[in-house]
Antibody
Framework: EVQLVESGGGLVQPGGSLRLSCAVS????????MNWVRQAPGKGLEWVSY????????YYADSVKGRFTISRDNAKNSLYLQMNSLRAEDTAVYYC????????????????????WGKGTTVTVSS | DIQMTQSPSSLSASVGDRVTITCRAS??????LNWYHQKPGEAPKLLIY???SLQSGVPSRFSGSGSGTDFTLTISSLQPEDFATYYC?????????FGQGTRLEIK
């Protein structure tokens, strides 16, 4: 069974740090790009970060750039999100999501979508 | 950055109704558009990718259409398990962006 399990969330004071983990099973982790997506209480989905298969390419939302670092360990089938200088507005459920690439159409176009999601881990930033 | 705007923000409907949700991109994204739904306390679930391709295992009452800047998600006959919040998402460029969500409620 394909599974993503996030962990590492908790209560942290403003300015503090947390490291989230996403343990993967049921598929070849090293063949997939990955994302972190968050959802503040009562709000919509916000993409946070992306990492390529070997970790050579990463992207971040402007809201976390310079404070968060995405990484992966393909030998351990794990994805990480190091979160520093945390703010109250970082309070959210954090999901890891697998990026699926489908080649389709007459021009063999790459289509990206998040086809498998974990259940999320909750981060609360408060004094 | 590309902005995604959904309408309506909320919608009340009955079991058996046909429902359409609209998503508009702030610039041309071709058909790099995905749809998800999310039930309270659960993770999002992929429904449609590449604007109109049905994800494996998703019922055929869900369909998507559109290209460029305007897209629609249609549920042909609402079932009780379809009452959820629906999100569109563009995968044309980073930063990836989601719409603000459409909450589908039981009338």
């Amino acid at each position: 069974e394909v599974q993503l399990v996030e962990s590492g969330g908790g209560l942290v004071q403003p300015g503090g740090s947390l490291r989230l983990s996403c343990a993967v099973s049921g598929f070849t982790f090293s063949s997939y790009e990955m994302n972190w997506v968050r959802q503040a209480p009562g709000k919509g989905l916000e993409w946070v970060s992306y990492i390529s298969i070997i970790g050579s390419t990463v992207y971040y939302a402007d809201s976390v750039k310079g404070r968060f670092t995405i990484s992966r360990d393909n030998a351990k089938n794990s994805l990480y999100l190091q979160m520093n200088s945390l703010r109250a507005e970082d309070t959210a459920v954090y999901y890891c999501a697998r990026d699926k690439i489908e080649v389709a159409g007459p021009k063999a176009t790459d289509y990206y979508y998040m086809d498998v999601w974990g259940k999320g881990t909750t981060v609360t930033v408060s004094s | 950055d590309i902005q995604m705007t959904q309408s309506p923000s909320s919608l009340s409907a009955s079991v058996g109704d046909r429902v359409t949700i609209t998503c508009r991109a702030s610039q041309n994204i071709s058909n790099y558009l995905n749809w998800y739904h999310q039930k309270p306390g659960e993770a999002p679930k992929l429904l449609i990718y590449a604007a109109s391709s049905l994800q494996s295992g998703v019922p055929s009452r869900f369909s998507g259409s559109g290209s460029g800047t305007d897209f629609t998600l249609t549920i042909s006959s609402l079932q009780p398990e379809d009452f959820a919040t629906y999100y569109c998402q563009q995968s044309y460029s980073t930063p990836i962006a989601f719409g603000q969500g459409t909450r589908l409620e039981i009338k």
